[in-house]
C-alpha cells in the first residue's frame, strides 16, 4: 500500500517515518524536488499537514516552489483519501483529521506544555509560588490548569460559561467571569489567553504590574486590541503553532496516530 505525504514541516517527516516502520510504501511532495505525478501514482491515501493549504497552494513551508492544490487534486481519483487539516469535507473522500477530538486533546496537551516553556524561558522568576491568568477554559486551559497547579502555581480561571468555572473550581483553581478581568490582571504574574476574540483593552492592561507577561496562544486576531498590544510591547508574547515548535515529533506522532486510527476506520489499510 502507498501513503502518499503532502507538505508540512518536521511532524509530516515523523508521519512519513512512522507509516514508514510499519512497511508502508510511503512518497513525499513539499520536501524536495520529488516529481509530484509519481508521488500521486496509484496512492492510496493523500495526507496533508495543519493547515492543508497556503492560499490556493500546498502548505510546504520546507519546499523551495509553490505546488497547487488543485494539481494535486486532479491527480488523484474519488476512491483515494484525502486528509487534512481543516480541509473542506465537500467531498466522500475529504476529511478533516483535526476535528478529531483524540487529537485536539492530545494537541492541547503539548500546546499547555509548550506555553509553559515559553513563560519559564521568558520569566525572571520561577513559576511555582507565581500568580497565573488563564483567559477561557476548554481543552488547552483546562490541561494548562492542571499543569501549572502541579507546578504551584496560583491559578485563576477567567471564563463566560459557569459551567466552565465550576469546572476550574473543582480542578483547584480560583475562578471568575470577564466582569472581573481587572482585578484579576492586577494580581497576575503571567496570562495566558486561549480566547481568540480581542477581550482586553489598554484600560484592562494598565492594570497589570509592570512586569508581567500576556501568552497568547489563541489563533488571530488573538485576546488583545492592537492598542493594548503596543502597550505592552516585549511583554506580548504571541505563541501561535507551538506543537509544532515545540515538540514536532511528538506533534508529528499525534498525527500519525490519528490518521492511521481513520484509515483503519475506513478500511483503506492493508
Known amino acids: ?3 502518499t505525504i503532502a507538505g508540512g514541516d518536521q511532524r509530516m517527516n515523523t508521519v512519513a517515518e512512522k507509516f514508514g516502520e510499519l512497511g508502508y510504501v510511503c512518497e513525499r511532495i513539499g520536501f524536495d524536488e520529488s516529481n509530484v505525478e509519481n508521488a500521486l501514482k496509484n496512492t492510496s491515501a493523500v495526507i496533508f499537514p495543519i493547515p492543508y493549504c497556503k492560499g ?23 476512491d483515494t483519501l484525502l486528509l487534512g487539516g481543516g ?50 477554559y476548554g481543552r488547552i486551559g483546562g490541561c494548562l490548569t ?5 507546578l504551584g502555581v496560583h491559578v485563576s480561571v ?29 494580581e497576575a504574574d503571567v496570562i495566558f489567553n486561549t480566547v481568540p476574540t480581542p477581550i482586553a483593552d489598554e484600560k484592562v492592561i494598565s492594570a497589570l504590574n509592570p512586569k508581567a507577561l500576556f501568552i497568547d496562544l489563541a489563533s488571530l486576531p488573538g485576546g488583545l486590541t492592537k492598542v493594548a498590544e503596543e502597550f505592552l510591547g ?18 508529528g506522532r499525534v498525527i500519525f496516530e490519528t490518521v492511521f486510527e481513520i484509515l483503519r476506520e475506513r478500511g483503506a489499510l492493508v
Open 56 to 78: 490556493n497552494n500546498l502548505n510546504a513551508p520546507l519546499s523551495n516552489s509553490d505546488i497547487s492544490l488543485e494539481k494535486i487534486f486532479s491527480l488523484v481519483g474519488k
Open 1 to 3: 500500500m502507498k501513503i
Open 234 to 251: 516585549e511583554r506580548y508574547i504571541r505563541a501561535l503553532g507551538l506543537p509544532g515548535k515545540y515538540a514536532p515529533e511528538t506533534a
Open 146 to 150: 492542571d499543569m501549572l497547579r502541579s
Open 158 to 186: 477567567m471564563a463566560r460559561r459557569s459551567i466552565s468555572r465550576l469546572q476550574a473550581e473543582m480542578s483547584g483553581a480560583r475562578s471568575a467571569g470577564f466582569e472581573e478581568i481587572e482585578a484579576s490582571f492586577s
Open 87 to 136: 480541509l473542506p469535507e465537500t467531498e466522500e473522500n475529504r476529511i478533516d483529521y483535526a476535528k478529531n477530538e483524540g487529537f485536539l486533546l492530545q494537541n492541547a496537551r503539548i500546546t499547555a506544555e509548550g506555553a509553559i516553556s515559553v513563560a519559564m524561558n521568558s520569566l525572571n522568576t520561577t513559576l511555582c509560588g507565581s500568580n497565573a491568568v488563564i483567559l477561557g
